[in-house]
């Protein structure tokens, strides 16, 4: 039985106001310090900047207030003092010869991405809609991910060819093919999980799925990786077959799963280091980044994970402050290196903070997952939660030399739009299962006393629509008969 | 299923806590490794980019530490009026070692030296920049820009002022000179452009200061040197009358040692040893040299300076009196020829040792070294470098050097204002019609306060003749106040 429902529900928007003007001290706040310590003149721009960020984050807030009350309190906050953060430190490293105007781009594409997350939560309404996408889904995702591909609009940046330009515009697709793989897997799975666990062949400790069964995740994950990989997209393959392996995993509570997805990554990743370039040059440079040769390659060499580290020793564990330290030094410092200008500059403990606020952002979106009373939820949630989860130990571990490099950016903090973009729209989803998750139950006036099954609410009739009216229109019902409701419901 | 997210969290949490160890690790554990890695700019940047201490003449700097703009590096090295100083200075690049003072003084200037220990000390608490301790040194800026500005361009001089009783330098210039802030530029690219552009230039070289760098003959400047040697033996006095042939045949090899064809040396063939310096005649110092033996010529020199360097706190080129081979190498090397060698300041020490009644002090550019806070932390007191003669032979070899000026091959020397006392000197440099044109003394003679040496290195004797005397004139004219 979940336990929200065990306490008697509060919107608790009014917390997430409180923690989000929080968040904007420090994200704003953090601005100015730059401006501060940096000696730069504070100009009309920081208060028009602040005033636009404060502006669409109290927006979304809005949003959540007409659209989700009962939502997470404490996604937004978090959220928004990383996007804040990553502004002001895109901003300082401005002032460097290397990067230009980056901020302004990141603000605007912060806006813009905060806007199409209010436009999903206000016409999506109810996440179960997204069910209804599942193969609709698996198309996109093949579209998106093959378009870096088409010649003209395809570009390659640094190696990997995961970019698109139309109309002047870059834009990494693969950032929104991971959502709607997440929404594939997670809507096939709810909706075949009883065929995957049942029939099949048992083979002692095992059962084997009946192939058939299999075949489309099989079809998702060979086209993805195979793209990915072709792409020399190293990181975001890691991410989405962890993506498959977790999901499958939460769909049948079977460890096996895990088990084999550890023998496929162990097989992948000989089979990458035999015959894929690129991979076997990370895995040189993650075992020996020092060796002096490997250092100065031009092309393929450890400089940049080298510097990064000698960036992170150099703030230790306070940080040189806002623009005291040298993290331009290591190349790409305001999008795949951004977690070590955080380290330089705030020091262990402020990348710590960072990395305390993604733990805690990641367990919200798990908890939205373990909340939601439906299948597809559950598996969504948590499907997006390890993207985030597996974003961040792929971007952190590979600065930090605990996996090879590859290049994924901090979600939230790096400069780029497309992953700014998707990340944004996966707090939609995650804000709408948990308010999903946290609402009363409110079933009509026939209440199912069956027990625990009444969570599948999906199970019953009507469309999703429908029932998302029924509950905005119960919302205004009395909190004591909400209560007796639910505890019908348990 | 609830269970397999919690299993999903637990497993996250776990990567997350890998996350953590590894960066306490490389933050916290491995910092000072990862510092000191050859391979990391950020020393290089943090070292080279910190603001050093000013140095200062008369209390106005001619090399300071101002904010950069648009650089990794935070601090700029400026030099103001660098062709008088580059030479003192030295540059401070950010890719090579420094020179000059920026080298020898480079504990003081960035801040690290022993007694600045209390200001890191207090700038770690307060968290402000320290700034390193400023360096004021002896140099007049208005002698040394007159002093520059008698080098006519495109010639090889250098001019040396040196205060008598202490020995302190109150002008050492030089021309050909270079811009010591093209070398402490940022840019690393300009930086190799300009140096190999220094380093392909003939006659100045980065790494290389004429005053105290260029070892070349002395000439006739050195007999002052055999005349300390001689006067200090006894067998000699300045009214010792000594045979002056034109020619003087040596033993052992077919060369001859011959006084200078246009003097006025011809005109006796014997004559007292002061008529002989004030008209600078060869044999009879290659006579004596020979008479006297190696042995006390050499140790004259070294008592004046030669055969080692010196830190004033800049290094100075060791002048050189090696081992003679011969009899006539001896011979040479008494007229400041053959295997003599001598730096402009190594002659001016001559000078001053002789006007300080025999005693030399250690040449010295420093004058004070003061704390970010003003706080004295260095003052340098003179320093006796050697005895070279007894005060009554200096005082005969004043009287000599004063009939040069009076009477002798100095007299473009002398000066409305007091007496001077001098020693010319020209050495062949084995290039037709390129001499080194050297004088050398001290004013006033009755009460030696300054000495003074002006040198043309390969040039044509007629033009550098011209200019030397009169130099050193000026020079005196300006450094002594009536």
Redesign the interface.
């Known amino acids: 039985m979940?336990e929200t429902a065990q306490a008697a529900p509060k919107p608790r928007r009014n917390v997430e106001l409180v923690l989000l003007l929080v968040a904007l001290i420090i994200g704003i706040g953090a601005q100015f310090l730059v401006a501060v310590s940096m000696d730069e003149p504070i100009t009309q721009d920081y208060y028009i900047e602040g005033a636009v960020f404060a502006t669409i984050s109290l927006a979304f807030h809005l949003a959540l207030r007409f659209r989700a009350r009962y939502a997470d309190p404490f996604i937004l906050p978090i959220v928004v003092t990383l996007n804040g953060l990553g502004i002001a430190m895109i901003h300082r490293l401005d002032f460097?010869?290397s990067f230009d105007g980056a901020a302004d781009r990141q603000l605007v594409w912060t806006v813009v991405s905060i806007g199409a997350a209010i436009a999903l939560l206000w016409f999506l309404k109810d996440h179960r809609r997204l069910r209804q996408l599942t193969y609709v889904s698996l198309i996109v995702s093949v579209l998106l991910l093959f378009l870096p591909m088409v010649p003209g609009i395809g570009q390659e940046i640094f190696g990997a060819r995961v970019w698109v330009t139309i109309f002047g515009m870059s834009f990494q697709p693969s950032e929104i093919a991971k959502i709607t793989l997440a929404v594939f897997f997670a809507g096939y799975l709810a909706n075949n999980r009883d065929l995957i666990l049942l029939a099949g062949k048992k083979v002692g400790p095992f059962t084997f799925p009946r192939l058939q069964d299999l075949a489309p995740m099989a079809v998702a994950w060979v086209v993805a990786l195979g793209v990915l990989i072709v792409q020399n997209d190293l990181g975001n393959a890691l991410m989405l077959f962890g993506l498959f392996v977790?999901v499958i995993?939460?769909?049948?509570?079977r460890f096996s799963w895990i088990a084999i997805g550890g023998v496929f990554i162990a097989i992948g990743a000989a089979l990458a280091y035999q015959f894929v370039n690129h991979f076997r040059e990370r895995v040189e440079i993650w075992l020996n980044a020092?060796d002096?040769e490997i250092?100065e390659r031009a092309y393929g060499g450890s400089h940049q994970v080298?510097q990064g580290?000698?960036?992170?020793?150099?703030?230790?564990?306070t940080g040189t402050g806002f623009g005291n330290g040298?993290p331009?030094?290591a190349a790409l410092a305001n999008s795949d290196m951004i977690i070590a200008a955080f380290?330089e500059e705030l020091?262990?403990i402020g990348?710590?903070a960072i990395?305390v606020l993604?733990?805690l952002l990641?367990?919200r979106y798990?908890r939205a997952?373990?909340g939601t009373r439906d299948?597809f939820g559950?598996l969504l949630a948590?499907g997006l939660?390890?993207i985030l989860?597996l974003q961040?130990?792929v971007v952190?571990?590979g600065i930090?030399?605990?996996i090879p490099m590859s290049g994924l950016v901090s979600p939230f903090l790096a400069a780029g739009g497309s992953a700014i973009l998707a990340n944004w729209l996966i707090v939609a989803i995650v804000l709408l299962i948990s308010h999903s998750a946290r609402r009363p139950v409110v079933v009509g006036p026939m209440v199912n006393t069956s027990g625990a099954e009444t969570s599948g609410i999906e199970d019953r009739g009507g469309s999703a629509e429908d029932r998302g009216a029924r509950q905005d229109s119960s919302t205004g019902r009395s909190g004591g008969e909400e209560t007796q409701i639910q505890e019908a419901a348990r | 299923m609830n269970n397999a997210i919690r299993h999903t969290w637990v497993v996250s949490v776990t990567m997350f806590v890998t996350l953590f160890a590894a960066l306490s690790i490389i933050q916290v554990a491995l910092t000072e490794d990862l510092n000191s890695d050859p391979n990391n700019a950020r020393q290089i940047y943090n070292d080279r980019g910190a603001p050093r201490g000013a140095i200062t003449v008369d209390g106005s700097p001619i090399a300071e530490s101002v904010p950069a703009e648009n650089s990794n590096f935070d601090y700029q090295r400026v030099y103001h009026d660098p062709e008088l100083y580059f030479g003192i200075t030295g540059f401070f690049p950010i890719a090579a070692h420094p020179t000059g003072l920026e080298s020898e003084l480079n504990e003081y200037l960035s801040g690290h030296s022993d007694s600045q220990f209390f200001d890191r000390m207090t700038s770690m608490f307060t968290g402000e920049t320290m700034e390193g301790a400023q360096v004021e040194l002896t140099l007049d800026p208005e002698l040394q820009r007159q002093a520059y500005d008698l080098i006519p361009e495109g010639q090889r001089g250098s001019i040396v002022v040196q205060e008598v009783d202490t020995g302190d330098i109150v002008s050492l210039a030089s021309r050909p000179s270079y811009d010591t802030n093209d070398l402490a530029t940022h840019s690393t690219e300009e930086y190799n452009a300009n140096i190999a552009e220094l380093e392909d230039s003939e006659h100045v070289s980065p790494y290389y200061f004429r005053p105290i760098n260029s070892t070349i003959a002395p000439g006739s400047v050195f007999k002052l040197v055999d005349l300390a040697a001689m006067l200090e033996s006894g067998d000699y006095d300045p009214d010792t009358v000594l045979e002056n042939p034109s020619e003087l045949d040596l033993p052992d090899s077919d060369r001859t040692l011959p006084n200078f064809t246009t003097g006025i040396c011809h005109q006796q063939t014997e004559s007292n040893l002061t008529w002989i310096v004030a008209q600078s005649c060869n044999t009879p110092f290659g006579e004596a040299a020979m008479d006297m033996g190696e042995e006390p010529l050499r140790d004259t020199a070294e008592d004046f300076g030669w055969n080692q360097e010196l830190n004033i706190p800049l290094s100075t080129s060791a002048s050189a009196f090696p081992e003679t081979t011969s009899q006539a190498d001896l011979a040479y090397s008494s007229i400041g020829q053959g295997s003599v060698t001598a730096t402009p300041l190594q002659i001016n020490m001559v000078s001053q040792g002789v006007a300080n009644g025999g005693t030399v002090m250690h040449p010295n550019l420093v004058d004070s070294i003061r704390g970010s806070d003003l706080q004295l932390l260095e003052q340098p007191e003179p320093q006796v470098l050697g005895e070279a003669t007894s005060e009554e032979v200096a005082g005969e070899m004043t009287e000599m050097m004063e009939a040069v000026v009076d009477e002798g091959t100095g007299q473009s020397a002398q000066s409305q204002s007091f007496d001077v006392a001098a020693k010319t000197g020209t050495a062949e440099t084995g290039n037709e019609g390129q001499v080194h044109t050297w004088i050398t003394g001290f004013a006033p003679a009755d009460d030696p306060q300054y000495a003074v040496t002006v040198v043309y290195e390969n040039i044509d004797y007629e033009t550098g003749h011209s200019m030397t005397g009169p130099q050193m004139r000026q020079m005196l004219e300006a450094v002594i106040e009536p």
């Open positions: 979940n460097t010869a977790t995993y939460v769909a049948t509570s020092f002096q250092y080298v580290m000698f960036g992170l020793a150099n703030g230790g564990l040298m331009t030094q380290g020091g262990f990348l710590s990395l993604y733990l990641f367990s798990m997952g373990i299948h559950k948590t939660a390890v989860v961040v130990f952190v571990g930090t030399r605990v």
